[in-house]
């Protein structure tokens, strides 16, 4: 049968611890016994839920009170440095690792099960988390557990914790629900239906996307081919018209008009010296 930590704790705590406690807070002593046991199990499922049995590491708060909380092997809970600054402050770093996300939620719940105001219950708790945290760093050195022999134990137990939450904080607030969740071996069905939808995926949307790319390549290559045909046909009919105007050109220029006096023919020179009148000759005949 698995070790009940949350009796064990809440045994730990004495009527003088109560009432060192009590006085500390400024509440009566009912109140701080109600807090207190409705904070045990929230400590403990914070510890769980922040570890699993197969990756359990030591946060670097468990060892924060080693020198405000000294290693003993009493079975109660020692209060005698609760009214130190140095235990003041090295409760807060615990309290900052462990609920830094959910600390509202624990204070307006510790406060309604201990019937006090929210500031009564925030001094409740920062003096109550670190007291526990040290008894029970404690209580595991001499039990001669390593860290992960404790969080398996708290696996073993999670449905006790889970039960012994205060009202208004849940398994959700520490992680619990996700507890060994990520170390669930993978089965064929979770492979198959895993590959199923992968499958799907490659045979619907990627031969689509494919074909849509074809089919914009090839019009791009049919608009490509029309500007070139048509730059092609530009330059051929373009540069046969010029070569036509040049030639006309020419013609007028070198060839004289039938009209031209054979004078005026006689005037024009060609490169080489000739004279144009067989050219005006060829003309005429013509």
């Known amino acids: 049968m698995a070790i009940d930590l949350i009796n064990i704790l809440r045994n730990s705590f004495t009527d003088k611890s109560y009432a060192d406690i009590s006085q500390h807070v400024g509440i009566s002593t009912e109140s701080t016994k109600n807090g207190l046991n409705a904070l045990v199990p929230a400590v403990l499922g914070c510890i769980l839920g922040n570890n699993t049995v197969t990756s359990a590491t030591q946060p670097s708060w468990w060892n924060a009170m080693k020198e405000e909380y000294p290693y003993t092997d009493e079975e109660y809970i020692d209060t005698d440095n609760i009214n130190k600054s140095s235990f003041l402050i090295k409760g807060r770093e615990i309290l900052s690792g462990m609920f830094r996300t959910n600390h509202d939620e624990l204070v307006k719940s510790v406060g309604n099960v201990s019937g006090v105001p929210k500031e009564k219950s925030a001094g409740l708790i920062e ?7 040290g008894y029970l760093s404690n209580w595991v050195r001499k039990k001669g557990w390593r860290f992960n022999e404790l969080i398996a134990n708290l696996t073993e137990n999670k449905s006790s914790i889970v039960a012994a939450l205060p009202a208004g904080i849940s398994s959700a ?3 619990l629900n996700n507890v060994n969740k990520s170390h669930i071996p993978e089965t064929k069905s979770n492979i198959t239906d895993t590959k199923s939808d992968f499958s799907e995926t490659i045979e619907s949307e990627i031969p689509t996307q494919r074909h849509a790319v ?10 490509v081919g029309l500007v070139v045909l048509a730059l092609l046909l530009w330059y051929f009919l373009g540069n046969k018209s010029s070569v036509r105007e040049i030639r006309k050109v020419r013609d007028e220029i070198l060839v004289p008009d039938k009209n031209d006096s054979v004078a005026d023919a006689s005037v024009r020179k060609g490169g080489m010296g000739e004279t144009y009148y067989d050219l005006d000759w060829v003309v005429m005949k013509d």
């Open 173 to 175: 607030h520490f992680g």
């Open 127 to 133: 003096v109550g988390v670190p007291l526990i945290i």
């Open 214 to 223: 074809k089919k914009n390549k090839n019009g791009l290559m049919w608009i």
